[in-house]
């Protein structure tokens, strides 16, 4: 063995033509393997991004009314009246989207994620073909998707809209439990009058509340300008009054403008005046006016508001 490893160092050639045919041998290897895998590495493994166009929408203005009260046992069954009604309240409510045949393929389904409910398949249902289950979710809506909340509808014509996706679209529909519908009624205390509120959006509150604002801090500049222009005149005993009971004459108009009972009462003055001291921007001298001075006040003040 010594021998042959002395002849080996000797003629480094012979070590070459040794090992090359094993070289050769996984090289061949390596390459048929990959050219037998091209089809698994070039295969698109990674599924196409659809962008979740669900989009949150704020809420429409609604006027304070009130929801009849209904009997759900008469609802129960889909008379030539509901089926009519719903069927106009489908066009123009959900035709958009679940399309004029109840497919989900409306005009404005293109691209939703997840899709609109195709109401003549079985399968993929969130709550089910059942009318209590079908109004449920028309009143209530299916979060993270599409469908929402039909909260301005009335309950018949929750009902109404049910019964005619149930018997236009929805091939076998379950037949009507009259006990989950009664059980709906006491969730939803269908069977009594009920006062809706009236529910204005959120950026309609902000923007009213901006311009509530905006029109009292104009006031409150109006009277400061006033005020300014008029100085402390000591022939004026309310200014000198005013000036001397507050200790930041802005603070004190916000507080005087943030309530307008005061104006028609001085009781309510003197509440306002006293209440929170020294974080309304009157300063606690309040406390020892005379009955004239508060009056003498009053009326200074009532002047500019």
Not at 40 to 63: M, N
Not at 260 to 271: G, L, R, T
């Amino acid at each position: 063995m010594k021998e042959f490893l002395d002849k080996l160092k000797e003629e480094p050639g012979r070590i070459f033509g040794l090992v090359y045919p094993y070289v050769l041998v996984i090289g061949v290897g390596l390459g048929l393997f990959y050219i037998g895998s091209l089809n698994y590495i070039t295969r698109q493994k990674v599924s196409p991004f659809i962008p979740d166009t669900i989009k949150s929408a704020d809420l429409p203005i609604l006027e304070a009314r009130k929801i009849a009260a209904v009997d759900v046992t008469k609802l129960a069954e889909p008379s030539d009246t509901l089926i009519a009604r719903g069927k106009t309240i489908f066009n123009t409510l959900c035709a958009s989207c679940h399309g004029q045949e109840g497919t989900g393929n409306g005009v404005a389904a293109a691209g939703l994620n997840p899709s609109p409910r195709n109401f003549t398949s079985m399968s993929g249902w969130k709550n089910g073909p059942a009318l209590d289950k079908m109004f449920e979710t028309i009143n209530l809506g299916i979060p993270g998707t599409a469908m929402a909340s039909f909260q301005q509808l009335s309950t018949a014509e929750k009902f109404a809209v049910a019964h005619y996706i149930r018997k236009e679209f929805v091939p076998d529909p379950p037949p009507v439990n009259v006990d989950n519908l009664k059980a709906l009624d006491q969730a939803y205390n269908l069977s009594q009058e009920k006062d809706l509120p009236a529910q204005i959006p959120v950026n309609a509150a902000m923007e009213l509340i901006l311009k509530e604002s905006q029109a009292s801090q104009k006031k409150i500049s109006s009277v400061l300008n006033k005020m300014k222009s008029a100085g402390s005149d000591t022939s004026n005993n309310g200014a000198k009054i005013f000036y001397n009971v507050v200790y930041d004459i802005t603070k004190a108009l916000v507080s005087l403008s943030s309530s307008a009972s005061w104006k028609q009462s001085e009781p309510e003055f003197v509440d306002l005046i006293t209440a929170n001291v020294e974080h309304n921007g009157f300063n606690r001298k309040v406390f020892y006016l005379k009955r004239g001075e508060i009056t003498t006040l009053y009326k200074y003040l009532q002047s500019y508001f």
